[in-house]
């Protein structure tokens, strides 16, 4: 195949990979209910670890220690607060029953996050299409436990599982954008300099949305499983980064 079908067959293969939420349709409710919270704690560490053992680190690298790159992340960190704040006051004035902001800031975060993979992936592609491959494949690894904690959060926003599943695949459509955008543009892209910002908006929705759910359980047990699930996605990223 021509670099440019392995490009659009990886960013619609990445898309697909959101439909491993599918999985907690086939539970009943009350397991799902049991599932959620843990989810939730697995995409709180996972958004953690992204952010502090890949996106930082990669934007170090492509930038330097510079200024420039914290800034970004500061950046980062205050829009999504900006969003938020928005969304809290649409909901305020939205009929009841409106999903809450966190869902819709997971699909942004989401969204800007798989784009950011599009471009390196698209890159590596242009490269090599071994090497296109390899990246693919490293970067799904952390893609299906992330996308199930995503799926996972949407439903406790609110979202019908059918819903947040088919919001969780569109998504994932800014990958293959990203992708074309690269092989269309070149060595043009600079994409170190979205990075930063990424990780910015990685930790807020972590620490100020999702944390604080898993931190108002009443009971030990529960608070015992989630902090372990925050600590399994801040592990798994962590072994990602010492692996890659």
Known sequence: MSVLAWIVVAGLSMSALALVGIVTLLLSRRNFDRLVMPLVALAAGALIGAAVFHLLPDAVAGLGNEPTVYGGFALGFVVFLVLEQFLHWHHCHSPPGAHRPVGYLILIADGLHNLIDGLAIGSAFLVDVRLGIVTWLATAAHEIPQELGDFGILVHSG??????????????????????????????????????????SFVYIAAADLVPQITAQERAREKIVSTASLLAGLALLYGLAVAG
């Open 159 to 200: 979202w019908s599982p059918r819903r947040a599943l088919l919001y969780n695949v569109i998504s994932g459509l800014p990958f293959l954008a990203g992708g074309l955008a690269v092989y269309v543009l070149a060595d043009t892209v600079e994409t170190a300099m979205l990075v930063p910002f990424a990780a910015g």
